[in-house]
């Protein structure tokens, strides 16, 4: 069995890690990590764990686990990998932001690589670093990647995006209280947000010559869990053009799929799937991107990077079922 360790073991993510984890048949938890609430029954924090888990956070680190999950805020993974070591044998899997961009992917000698499978896949699968991609991110860059490959990317980019609440984390802020989410709606970092970094890195690995700019519109919604993400740029062919260029580009791809239909965020919640809808009107081509930002957007992506990481089929663990009604 895989022996984990699951840093920040309090967080969204953490949490939807060890839910995978203790159904997973290759992997098992060896400890996690967090200093808030060492000692505490990890069911008191994640209480739909209630009699499926009976396990304590701890505030002490196993140096020779398979593999190291960093479920920490963007910045505090580079802190806590310079105060704790582990064995070279100990393959580590951020979910923060510290390692995703070429500038920052080498770390005291190790090289991280960037982990949307769909992207990087035999990179991955002979990795021991590596960084998971931003929830945003993923849904976007699945979104582009068919186009950015075929070099069709030859104008600007928009796109409008909603995430739930979940993507905000559990630390408590103005935005984040039920009495101001609950019937609201906002944007946020228009044009700034962080994940734009990684998207441009993605699409350029793909088409070395885009010059031109990702516009993206971040917004709050008011659910907890999901991205819907629709994106526009100018595309000369016909749908149908469009559909079989991206059904070819995913052929391989365990988790993302082109749908006939539009597209609702019921379709994805609690799943790791990406669906895609393509429609054209007149010069543009909309493109709708969909995935659960906690899983396909962080920890299930994050245990899809691991089977491949330690030769698994990569869909181990992972047949999960929507949540649709």
């Given at each position: 069995m895989i022996q984990v360790g699951i840093i920040g073991g309090a967080g969204y993510t953490a949490g939807e890690l060890i839910r995978l984890l203790i159904h997973h048949?290759?992997?098992?938890?060896?400890?996690?990590?967090?200093t808030s609430n060492a000692g505490n029954q990890i069911s008191k924090v994640h209480q739909d764990l209630v009699g499926s888990l009976d396990f304590e956070f701890t505030d002490t680190v196993n140096p020779n686990v398979d593999v190291l999950f960093l479920c920490l805020g963007h910045g505090n993974s580079v802190k806590f990998l310079e105060a704790n070591t582990f064995s070279e044998q100990t393959k580590i899997i951020d979910l923060g932001n510290d390692f995703r961009l070429e500038a920052d992917k080498v770390f005291n000698g190790k090289t991280f690589v960037y982990g949307l499978p769909e992207l990087q896949r035999e990179a991955i699968k002979n990795a021991n670093y590596l960084a998971n991609p931003g929830c945003f991110a993923t849904a976007i860059q699945l979104g582009l990647l068919p186009l950015a490959e075929a070099n069709l990317l030859n104008n600007d980019v928009h796109i409008n995006a909603v995430t739930g609440a979940t993507g905000a984390g559990t630390s408590l802020s103005a935005t984040t209280h039920y009495t101001w989410r609950d019937n609201n709606f906002s944007y946020y970092k228009p044009f700034t947000h962080q994940h734009l970094g990684e998207i441009n890195q993605s699409v350029k690995q793909l088409q070395g010559d885009f010059a031109s700019d990702i516009l993206f519109m971040p917004n709050r919604g008011n659910f907890s869990r999901g991205i819907?993400?629709?994106?526009?740029?100018?595309?000369?062919?016909?749908?149908?053009?469009?559909?079989?260029?991206?059904?070819?580009?995913?052929?391989?791809?365990?988790?993302?799929?082109?749908?006939?239909?539009?597209?609702?965020?019921?379709?994805?919640?609690?799943?790791?799937?990406?669906?895609?809808?393509?429609?054209?009107?007149?010069?543009?081509?909309?493109?709708?991107?969909?995935?659960?930002?906690?899983?396909?957007?962080?920890?299930?992506?994050?245990?899809?990077?691991?089977?491949?990481?330690?030769?698994?089929e990569e869909t181990t663990g992972l047949g999960l079922k929507a949540t649709y009604f």
């Open positions: 048949p290759e992997a098992e938890m060896n400890f996690v990590y967090s819907f993400a629709t994106i526009y740029t100018d595309f000369e062919g016909s749908v149908e053009d469009a559909k079989a260029m991206y059904q070819s580009y995913y052929k391989d791809a365990e988790f993302t799929f082109v749908a006939d239909d539009f597209l609702h965020l019921k379709q994805v919640v609690n799943t790791n799937k990406c669906l895609i809808h393509l429609h054209k009107h007149e010069g543009k081509l909309l493109i709708t991107s969909i995935i659960d930002n906690l899983l396909k957007g962080a920890s299930g992506q994050a245990v899809q990077n691991m089977n491949l990481m330690f030769g698994l």
